[in-house]
T-cell receptor, first 114, second 112 residues
């Protein structure tokens, strides 16, 4: 399976600021996803990062709040904009290859908003 | 809407005490049920995929089984290093792309 890294691993941010999270994969992958895991809860899909086009957002998530880029087949970024304490979560990227439905996850970015 | 319910929420076992975790699901056309292990502060680690009722997969002390309504993760003679949160997820024919719907997880603690 692909090796996935995320930066930063954790951060503490002030309310009203923005944070960009990077996801790097060591090989080209067909699909990349961004998930949120709020404290004590399970994973919720934010969006599918599409290479060369706008991301596909799930219900309840909007581009203005969570802009996503995917400039190539190994890299994606998620920005959490105008943060509030409710955005405190672990943000995870995952990847999927074309011939498989298994998703593999990065180590996550733990975000705390004060 | 796809739904996944895992039970119990938490489970404490003594080393060597076998048990099972349950994942009940409601989907419109199952296109895969996935088991993951998540250690504290880490991303989920893929364990198994099951596609059809009757299918079984094994890995070391873990065995996953699937029926039309639920999946079980059997843990045989667990060790303390098996302590983790185990997550179940489903993909259905109605979901767009590869969206997985996750359950809340079972937090397993194995005491030496």
């Amino acid at each position: 399976s692909a090796v996935i890294s995320q930066k930063p691993s954790r951060d503490i941010c002030q309310r009203g600021t923005s944070l960009t999270i990077q996801c790097q994969v060591d090989s080209q992958v067909t699909m990349m996803f961004w998930y949120r895991q709020q404290p004590g809860q399970s994973l919720t899909l934010i969006a599918t990062a599409n290479q060369g086009s706008e991301a596909t957002y799930e219900s309840g998530f909007v581009i203005d709040k969570f802009p996503i880029s995917r400039p190539n087949l190994t890299f994606s970024t998620l920005t959490v904009s105008n943060m509030s304490p409710e955005d405190s979560s672990i943000y995870l990227c995952s990847v999927r290859q074309e011939n498989s439905y298994e998703q593999y996850f990065g180590p996550g970015t733990r975000l705390t908003v004060t | 809407e796809d739904q996944v319910t895992q039970s119990p929420e938490a489970l404490r076992l003594q080393e060597g005490e076998s048990s099972s975790l349950n994942c009940s699901y409601t989907v419109s056309g199952l296109r895969g049920l996935f088991w993951y292990r998540q250690d504290p502060g880490k991303g989920p680690e893929f364990l198994f995929t099951l596609y059809s009722a009757g299918e079984e997969k094994e890995k070391e002390r873990l065995k996953a089984t699937l029926t039309k309504k639920e999946s079980f993760l059997h843990i045989t003679a667990p060790k303390p290093e098996d302590s983790a949160t185990y997550l179940c997820a489903v993909r259905s024919q109605e979901t767009s792309g590869s969206r997985l719907t996750f359950g809340e997880g079972t937090q397993l603690t194995v005491n030496p």
